[in-house]
């Protein structure tokens, strides 16, 4: 059975930093390439991140480039998302995706919360 | 970011069909097939119903379909039951290599 698993979230104060986590089990993850979406509170879904199945390829949503990287460990079936510089707005709860095909994922975890205030 | 533009909400009522227009530009919806549409109810995560503008996954109902013309993608749903009662996202695939989200779509089924 395909299971992701995200960890990490909690509260932090503005201009500090938070390392995601997705543990992924059930499937190559190594073969797989990966997502982070977000959803602030009652909102919708906003793409932030994705990263290729080596690691060498990233992309980032203009809302968090140059604040925030993807990165993933194959030999741990992990993928990160490390957030510096966090502000208020990046406040939601954090979904990790495995990619099926093209964009579509197939596969999300259950979601950590991101709080960011002081 | 740019979003694409999809309604905030639709209805209908049980055994009807609706259709959730999803609209983006040349530089997305218009340039590649990579659209897809998720469900997601309240308090769960997402879930993919389409994939590559038309395709479905498997295990979901064929009473879901996508379509697309031109910069305007849609996701139509016939013989609506409760069970469908949820919000209803697009994505797509950009010419920055990213990926965006429309704004979401409430269907309320009567």
């Known amino acids: 059975e395909v299971q992701l698993v995200e960890s990490g979230g909690g509260l932090v104060q503005p201009g500090g930093s938070l390392r995601l986590s997705c543990a992924a089990s059930?499937?190559?993850?190594?073969?797989?390439?990966m997502h982070w979406v977000r959803q602030a509170p009652g909102k919708g879904l906003v793409w932030v991140s994705r990263i290729n199945t080596d690691g060498s390829t990233t992309a980032y949503g203009d809302s968090v480039r140059g604040r925030f990287s993807i990165s993933r460990d194959n030999a741990k079936n992990t993928l990160f998302l490390q957030m510096n510089n966090l502000r208020a707005e990046d406040t939601a709860v954090y979904y990790c995706g495995r990619q099926l095909i093209g964009i579509a994922e197939d596969y999300w975890g259950q979601g950590t919360l991101v709080t960011v205030s002081s | 970011q740019s979003v694409l533009t999809q309604p905030a909400s639709v209805s209908g009522s049980p055994g009807q069909s609706i259709t959730i227009s999803c609209i983006g530009t040349?530089?997305?919806?218009?340039?590649?097939?990579?659209v897809s549409w998720y469900q997601q109810h309240p308090g769960r995560a997402p879930k993919l119903i389409i994939y590559?503008?038309?395709n479905r996954p498997s295990g979901v109902s064929n009473r879901l379909s996508g379509s697309k013309s031109g910069n305007t993608a849609s996701l139509t749903i016939s013989g609506l039951q409760a069970e469908d009662e949820a919000d209803y996202y697009c994505?797509?695939?950009?010419?920055?290599?990213?990926?965006?989200f429309g704004g979401g779509t409430k269907l309320t089924v009567l």
């Open positions: 994505s797509s695939y950009t010419t920055r290599s990213t990926v965006v």
């Open positions: 059930g499937f190559s993850f190594s073969s797989y390439w």
């Open positions: 040349s530089s997305d919806i218009g340039r590649y097939n990579y």
């Open positions: 590559d503008v038309t």
